[in-house]
């Protein structure tokens, strides 16, 4: 892939230091890029009075696990992590059945109206009524303090059609037409041709919309007000703002929870902030680099091609 | 780095909505005449039992997109009046253009409109400055020839991407809040007596947030860039190298040219999308102190909509704001029709 692979290369000087410089620079920006997740794990284990004072900086101190034991038990944090579980594994399914259905179904030449309806759909990512009216409609269907305003309105994305869309368009028509002979029907067609064959663009899709659903935090700060639908991320910025009387919480009830309790362990609002943090975090650290391939993949489809 | 407005909050990342629209733009060109005059007849030919059947499968969906993106379209009418939920539109007073005219007849009101609008176009700006780094990120990044280094810049520094504006907030807080690790370190090396207010200050705003911005989008921005760079025949480079290019030489007149027609498409749909900075960021990162500053449109929009209960001025205000969108964006597609040839929308 790289230019530089192929052929005799003469190693000079200036290639030296050139490769230095470029070797040096990258590893800046990755240490920038990765030193601010490791800060909140390293801070989150470590002692809670040395990390209060700031003091834990490249090596955790008097590594102890107590903070996750005490943080999952604040109030309202195991109903919101089931509340962002929840609305990721459904908003994810049905998104990535839905971008699949339809992708497939504006491939299809032969459907009603199709040219029309493919722009029905892609159009609106161009425009928006704006908050307040999209508010209102919410509102007025129900949607508000209600679990399914984390769905509903994401299961028809455009952007995922047309990744799927592309996808479908260059698998050959042969697999198609064979399937017609046999006299399947389109739903037969989509369900046991297609969607098998489909993997490599609905696991790009899943993550993108996985991710979105997991980090998503507006629609809970616009739609929501019943605390039973507090999802993570709304939690996580409460939280920051309130850590110093949630600290204090902890560290009321800590005494029945853990027995004894240390100045090592003690709440402070920077171990809450840091622990909830890592929690919220942790997931995506874990999964997203066993997803990039697929979605390099995915996004290089799309790129080479316009 | 600005978001695509959708009806429904949740807005991908910027990056992933740049894509989609190259995406349109392949796809669109792809439905030629001749190419929709063959499916016509091919339609005719499958008879319409088939094709209305194959309708009705979508109509669920097509209802969704009508009532999310479409029929609150219809709410545009609240602009006209004096909006007040609890009374319904029925119950609430007509007054014309009343939201319009105060816009731009109260000084106050101007005044706050004129900042919000220069922190939007300023933040906006910086955003297409800042547009370059990763083109130049992916250029040097493909410049190294070990792959499991390149695999691993790739990685971390993709990482940020995937992570919510309140947690890049959460870290901003705990590396510069003035008790963070950075005002720590500063102190400890007798650097600073006073912390050093990084947050909760009204200077330097819009550049603290556009480097948020480029923290988090610049691995991300390069991916479709190394990857159309995956794509330069390679030929190019070895008849260059038989004639002498050095790597710069090969960058500059190679992989450059190259990777404009890209570059240029993102860029005239960051223009189409001036006014859309997303909300969310801001929302984080806002507090007393930086109010003034970081107001953009989207905040401002809710703001006063949603805190403020200003109903219909958010409403008339966001459909301004819609529709100078529209309209740059057609701008900027008549303009890229006329220059390159092929539309972007």
Same mark, same amino acid.
């Given at each position: ?130 908050? #307040? ?88 700060? #616009? ?37 004894? #309790? ?45 | ?68 993106? +479409? ?22 007073? !007509?007054?014309?253009?009343? =939201? ?24 906006? !700006? ?10 130049? !990120?992916?250029? !040097? ?23 919510? =504006? ?31 207010? &990084? ?6 705003? =819009? ?7 480029? =923290? ?65 960021? +801001?929302?984080? &990162? ?60």
């Amino acid at each position: 892939m790289s230019n530089t692979t192929f052929g005799v290369r003469r190693r000079g000087g200036g290639d030296i230091i050139f490769a230095i410089t470029n070797y040096s620079v990258f590893i800046a920006l990755a240490f920038l890029c990765a030193y601010p997740f490791y800060f909140l794990i390293i801070n989150s284990i470590s002692a809670n009075d040395v990390s209060a004072l700031g003091q834990v900086r490249w090596l955790p101190v008097d590594v102890h696990l107590e903070n996750y034991s005490q943080v999952l038990q604040l109030n309202g944090l195991p109903m919101a992590a089931i509340v962002s579980i929840a609305r990721t594994a459904i908003g994810t399914l049905a998104a990535v059945l839905a971008s699949a259905f339809l992708g497939f179904m504006f491939s299809q030449s032969k459907m009603w109206g199709r040219q029309f309806w493919y722009r029905f759909v892609i159009i609106t990512m161009y425009f928006s009524a704006g908050l #307040i009216p999209v508010f209102i409609v919410m509102k007025t269907l129900g949607l508000t303090n209600n679990f399914w305003v984390y769905v509903v309105p994401f299961i028809v994305q455009p952007f995922f059609i047309i990744l799927v869309k592309t996808y479908v368009e260059a698998m050959p028509e042969s697999l198609q037409e064979a399937a017609e002979m046999d006299g399947a029907n389109i739903v037969q067609i989509f369900f046991r041709i297609f969607l098998p064959n489909m993997t490599p663009i609905l696991a790009t899709v899943a993550i993108f919309s996985a991710v979105a659903q997991w980090n998503s935090f507006q629609d809970t700060l #616009i739609y929501v007000t019943d605390q039973s639908l507090y999802t993570l991320q709304y939690l996580l910025y409460m939280f920051i703002n309130q850590a110093n009387s949630l600290a204090q919480a902890a560290q009321n009830s800590g005494g029945n929870l853990s027995g004894i #309790i240390t100045a090592a362990t003690t709440q402070t609002p920077t171990s809450i902030r840091m622990t909830v943090s890592v929690l919220v975090v942790l997931p995506i650290i874990f999964i997203y680099p066993l997803f990039q391939r697929f979605f390099v993949k995915g996004i290089m489809l799309g790129a080479v091609k316009g | 780095m600005r978001e695509y407005p959708t009806s429904n909050g949740a807005a991908g990342d910027d990056m992933t909505s740049q894509l989609v629209l190259q995406e349109v733009a392949a796809t669109e060109l792809e439905e030629s005449p001749a190419a929709e005059k063959a499916s016509r007849k091919q339609r005719r030919q499958a008879g319409g039992r088939r094709s209305i059947g194959m309708f009705l499968c979508i109509v669920p969906f097509m209802v969704l997109v009508f009532v999310f993106s +479409y029929f609150p379209l219809y709410g545009w009418i609240y602009s006209l009046f004096d909006y007040r939920p609890a009374l319904g539109l029925s119950g609430s007073e !007509f007054v014309g253009l009343q =939201w319009f005219e105060l816009l731009v007849s109260s000084p106050t009101q101007v005044a706050q409109i004129g900042q919000v609008l220069l922190n939007t176009l300023a933040i906006s !700006f910086l955003g297409i400055a800042t547009s370059v780094l990763p083109l130049i !990120f992916a250029i !040097f990044l493909n410049e190294v020839r070990a792959p499991w280094f390149r695999n691993s810049v790739q990685t971390l520094t993709t990482l940020p991407n995937f992570i919510s =504006w309140v947690l890049v907030y959460m870290i901003a807080f705990s590396l510069f809040s003035s008790s963070g690790l950075v005002n720590n370190v500063l102190n400890d090396a007798g650097l600073i007596t006073q912390p050093l207010k &990084f947050l909760d200050t009204d200077q330097n705003v =819009w550049l603290t947030m556009t480097l948020w911005g480029v =923290w988090k989008g610049l691995g991300w921005g390069a991916i479709i860039y190394l990857a159309a760079i995956a794509g330069i025949d390679q030929s190019l480079y070895e008849s260059a190298k038989i004639d002498g290019a050095g790597r710069f030489q090969l960058m500059r007149y190679i992989t450059i040219p190259q990777l404009m027609p890209t570059y240029l498409v993102l860029l005239l749909l960051s223009v189409a999308n001036l006014l859309n900075n997303g909300m969310e960021q +801001y929302f984080v &990162f806002q507090n007393a102190f930086n109010k003034e500053t970081i107001q953009v449109l989207d905040l401002y929009v809710y703001n006063i909509g949603i805190t403020g209960n200003s109903l219909s001025m958010a409403t008339a205000i966001g459909m301004l704001k819609s529709v100078i969108s529209v309209a740059l964006l057609l701008t900027v597609n008549w303009i890229a029709k006329r220059v390159r040839g092929q539309s972007i929308v």
